[in-house]
């Protein structure tokens, strides 16, 4: 079993259902999917980068991603409807579990100046989204093969009614939260 998954049953479902005063264990919250998305605006010129992206986006999820196409046209961006405009993949299961447990202990502490992640991106039923500057801080990707520095967003997608609820998860988990006494 994961390691992190082993520790969402052992340790954080029984603290959350104390802690949220849910009776019965199935309506605990709990991580459903991630998401992690590239946007690609210049591939709309350049089929190439595409296939360079979707390698090593199929490398650190561990499955083929898909492209996503623009659903209008927009003149003032240049841009065609069904042009290709991104990649995105959905992580479940094992998966997601393997990814969170690499992006909490490897590849967070590897940011510069890290202090901790802000607790402001969480959505109002308890998803949170986290945007990377760079793709190099994750152990898979080439340094060597990467022609331009791309970003990315990771959606955690939470059962959680509420940010509360959905936060509290989060760091039951794992995720180095930045302390309240740290904002500047």
């Keep these: 079993m994961n390691r992190l ?3 969402y049953k052992t340790h954080v479902l029984p603290k959350l259902q104390e802690e949220l005063g849910i009776k019965n264990q199935l309506g605990v919250p709990w991580v459903e999917k991630i998401i992690l998305s590239i946007g690609l605006g210049e591939a709309k010129d350049d089929k190439g980068i595409l296939e360079k992206v979707m390698n090593y986006l199929g490398a650190l999820a561990g ?3 898909i492209i996503t196409y623009a659903k209008k046209s927009v003149a003032g961006f240049k841009l065609s409807a069904g042009a290709p405009v991104g990649i995105m993949v959905s992580l479940r299961g094992n ?4 990814f969170l447990d690499k992006l909490f202990n490897i590849v967070l502490p590897k940011v510069r100046d890290f202090r901790g992640i802000s607790s402001d991106s969480f959505d109002s039923q308890g998803n949170f989204t986290l945007g990377l500057r760079e793709q190099l801080i994750f152990p898979e990707v080439d340094y060597k093969q990467i022609d331009k520095v791309r970003g990315m967003a990771i959606t955690i997608v939470t059962t959680a009614k509420d940010k509360e609820s959905g936060k509290k998860l989060l ?3 794992g995720m180095p939260f930045r302390k309240e006494s740290q904002v500047t």
């Design 171 to 173: 760091e039951y988990m």
């Design 95 to 98: 998966k997601m579990y393997s």
């Design 63 to 65: 499955q083929r991603p």
């Design 5 to 7: 998954k082993d520790k």
